[in-house]
């Protein structure tokens, strides 16, 4: 098929093979189909999440029963570091040893400490995606930085900032319980051992503020497969990767104890598009069992030049805040867009991914206009689709397995991938695609897998099946906790019924926090500003927290002064009931732009195609807990209209004594 949707006739037949292909995956049981490792009793699968980069160093916080914390931020990864430096960098007078981090993890990086996967790079350029890297003054090595650099970054902020001995590793967390006689949060943590022998700590912290940032990506998923648990061999996770099984290292890539082996692994998604070409290069039989193809396009991956770096990409203060802005005005269809693509790739290229993360045309978008919203974007992105279909004819010389590669949907609905070796791996003789039109892997045995009737021994098998959908339910579910407010209402109630007693939907403000969760922020994407890459939304939201708990702190500061300081008091933060239920209004305005997302292929964007099933009532709950409609850069706007005219009044902020019992 040519470039371009020419003809109204072939965009037609376009859409008819989109829907004919997204009906081969459509599953009754959508995201069932996945076990939950998180919550399994049986020792094999909770075998999957293990440690494998825990190497016995104590904790720099041990937990204690009792403790008390001025803020407690759970999740040590880019999102968690960001609060902990804004915070520190503001005006609240908070120190780092008013601050605890607690992880999973047993270091920094989130992420980037559990994905050490050989070829794990990042698909966002590094100059916009690495974290404060105008405050640290690093130089990223690549335009696309690769996993052991990202790890390295997050050690560099904690160092830094001077709160790296103040993270609580190997934590997980139970509940949080908003206690009205103290004002204040209970923590239910279980720290591990520092060692097999070892015995784990459980008990109750205390804070006055605490911040949820486990990230949107976190925790794996794996199929449940007849026969899980019946191969023989070693199997494991990309986010668990077994160099004892593969050789090599994060730092080296030599897969040497794969020479002779025959390997499958299952999933093409954007991590299966980066390990490929390295197991291809390695073991004697690479076997990829996919399901529904990727969309590949360029990486481009290049040094980073140093006189670029320092007269044009690092061109003077606010360069990287700047940098972002002008790649996500192309990544949301702005109109007209900036004279000057700074970071120009495949993201930049693709303003039909704005269905997804919204942008400045999704505002317009009425019930009645929907439908031409629709063909529009379609019309657009046909364009680039039609693109990568053909980059594939291009690349891959069987025109077989060349077919099979070629991804039939808009390219919206998945996440897109980008890489330079990826479909020329197929071209060697020891990589076997095993395409299972649709249908997924039938069955594990003992000796391998089965798909397509067939069965395919194996030495080792590698499990490259993505993450539960961080854009599903409440931040504690991400959180794999359970969160309790003012009241004792919980946190995942809140998110299944967001209304209101008089019929209004109320669920967050600015996406950050809640009403009836006081002195509780979190990261989020509902109602919050997304895009292809979430650090910018970290870096807003942290922002926004460093301009709202300084403000409270000064409001009890004051009152302790002009009042008995003998009493004690704590000040409490929350969103008022009329600024939640207007935030909620201005999303659900531009519901219909939603519109191209029905219809998708199943994806984790769509909870597995159930989303299109869902009665209205669902539907019209989960619009209002969707993306902000006009896209990041607007959401940073406001923000920022809010912090340059120290504007609090969407907050409710008080001091109260403690021991005092609220009004709910």
């Given at each position: 098929m040519s470039s371009s949707a020419e003809t109204p006739q072939e965009a037609g037949q376009i859409c008819q093979k989109y829907a004919e292909e997204r009906s081969k995956r459509l599953r009754s049981d959508g995201v069932d189909q996945y076990v939950n490792l998180n919550t399994s009793d049986d020792p094999h699968?909770?075998?999957?999440?293990?440690?494998?980069?825990?190497?016995?160093?104590?904790?720099?916080?041990?937990?204690?029963?009792?403790?008390?914390?001025?803020?407690?931020?759970?999740?040590?990864?880019?999102?968690g570091l960001l609060y902990a430096a804004r915070l520190l960098d503001s005006d609240a007078g908070l120190k780092?040893?008013?601050?605890?981090?607690?992880?999973?993890?047993?270091?920094?990086?989130?992420?980037?400490?559990?994905?050490?996967?050989?070829?794990?790079?990042?698909?966002?350029?590094?100059?916009?995606?690495?974290?404060?890297?105008?405050?640290?003054?690093?130089?990223?090595?690549?335009?696309?930085?690769?996993?052991?650099?990202?790890?390295?970054?997050?050690?560099?902020?904690?160092?830094?900032?001077?709160?790296?001995?103040?993270?609580?590793?190997?934590?997980?967390?139970?509940?949080?319980?908003?206690?009205?006689?103290?004002?204040?949060?209970?923590?239910?943590?279980?720290?591990?051992?520092?060692?097999?022998?070892?015995?784990?700590?459980?008990?109750?912290?205390?804070?006055?503020?605490?911040?949820?940032?486990?990230?949107?990506?976190?925790?794996?998923k794996l199929p449940l497969l007849p026969g899980l648990g019946d191969f023989k061999g070693p199997s494991f996770l990309t986010a668990r990767w077994d160099y004892a099984t593969t050789g090599g290292s994060p730092a080296s890539q030599v897969l040497d104890k794969l020479r002779d082996k025959k390997v499958g692994i299952v999933g093409t998604g954007a991590?299966?598009?980066?390990?490929?070409?390295?197991?291809?290069?390695?073991?004697?039989?690479?076997?990829?069992?996919?399901?529904?193809?990727?969309?590949?396009?360029?990486?481009?991956?290049?040094?980073?030049?140093?006189?670029?770096?320092?007269?044009?990409i690092q061109a003077g203060p606010g360069w990287q805040q700047a940098r972002r802005h002008n790649f996500l005005s192309f990544g949301s269809n702005a109109r007209p867009s900036e004279e000057v693509d700074m970071v120009s790739d495949g993201w930049t290229n693709f303003p039909s991914y704005s269905v997804l993360t919204g942008g400045p045309a999704a505002i317009n978008v009425a019930?009645?206009?929907?439908?031409?919203?629709?063909?529009?974007?379609?019309?657009?992105?046909?364009?680039?689709?039609?693109?990568?279909?053909?980059r594939v004819s291009t690349i891959v010389k069987d025109d077989s397995t060349a077919a099979k590669l070629k991804s039939w949907y808009p390219g919206w609905c998945k996440r897109p991938t980008f890489h330079d070796e990826y479909l020329d791996a197929f071209n060697r003789?020891?990589?076997?695609?095993?395409?299972?039109?649709?249908?997924?892997?039938?069955?594990?045995?003992?000796?391998?897998?089965?798909?397509?009737?067939?069965?395919?021994?194996?030495?080792?098998?590698?499990?490259?099946?993505?993450?539960?959908?961080?854009?599903?339910?409440?931040?504690?579910r991400r959180c794999g906790a359970q969160v309790f407010g003012r009241g004792g209402k919980s946190m995942d109630d809140k998110w299944h019924n967001p209304k209101t007693e008089d019929g209004q939907i109320s669920l967050t403000l600015h996406g950050l926090c809640a009403r009836g969760f006081p002195n509780l922020f979190f990261t989020s994407s509902d109602q919050a500003g997304i895009a292809s890459v979430f650090t910018p939304t970290l870096d807003a939201f942290s922002k926004h927290v460093a301009f709202i708990l300084p403000r409270a702190l000064k409001k009890l500061e004051k009152f302790r002064e002009e009042n008995n300081p003998k009493i004690e008091h704590a000040v409490l933060v929350e969103p008022s009931s009329e600024a939640e239920a207007d935030w909620a209004n201005r999303v659900l305005s531009a519901a219909a732009s939603l519109a191209p997302m029905g219809g998708c292929t199943p994806s984790y964007f769509n909870a597995e195609a159930k989303m299109d099933s869902m009665p209205m009532d669902e539907q019209i709950k989960a619009a209002a807990t969707t993306r902000w409609p006009a896209g990041l850069n607007d959401f940073v706007d406001v923000l920022e209209d809010l912090w340059k005219a120290n504007d609090d009044s969407d907050f409710d902020i008080r001091v109260v004594q403690r021991k005092e019992i609220f009004d709910n």
């Open positions: 699968l909770k075998g999957f999440l293990n440690d494998p980069w825990d190497q016995g160093a104590q904790s720099p916080i041990a937990l204690q029963l009792g403790a008390q914390y001025r803020v407690a931020i759970m999740g040590a990864g880019y999102g780092p040893e008013d601050l605890v981090i607690i992880d999973t993890a047993a270091g920094f990086g989130g992420t980037w400490y559990w994905n050490r996967y050989p070829g794990l790079m990042c698909d966002t350029e590094s100059y916009i995606y690495m974290p404060l890297l105008e405050e640290t003054g690093y130089v990223p090595k690549h335009k696309y930085s690769y996993g052991e650099e990202l790890r390295e970054h997050a050690d560099r902020i904690a160092k830094q900032w001077k709160f790296d001995d103040r993270a609580m590793f190997r934590t997980e967390l139970h509940r949080c319980t908003w206690n009205d006689d103290v004002a204040g949060w209970s923590v239910d943590l279980t720290q591990r051992a520092s060692s097999a022998d070892g015995v784990s700590t459980t008990g109750t912290v205390f804070a006055d503020f605490v911040v949820l940032s486990p990230g949107l990506l976190n925790r794996p991590t299966a598009v980066q390990i490929v070409p390295a197991l291809a290069k390695w073991c004697d039989h690479l076997y990829v069992f996919q399901r529904t193809p990727a969309s590949v396009d360029i990486r481009g991956q290049r040094s980073t030049a140093l006189d670029e770096w320092s007269q044009c019930m009645e206009t929907a439908a031409e919203y629709v063909s529009e974007m379609h019309q657009l992105d046909l364009i680039r689709s039609n693109r990568i279909r053909e003789p020891n990589v076997h695609l095993i395409d299972t039109d649709g249908r997924g892997v039938d069955r594990i045995v003992d000796t391998g897998l089965e798909a397509n009737g067939e069965t395919h021994d194996l030495d080792v098998i590698i499990f490259s099946t993505g993450f539960e959908a961080g854009t599903f339910g409440s931040p504690a």
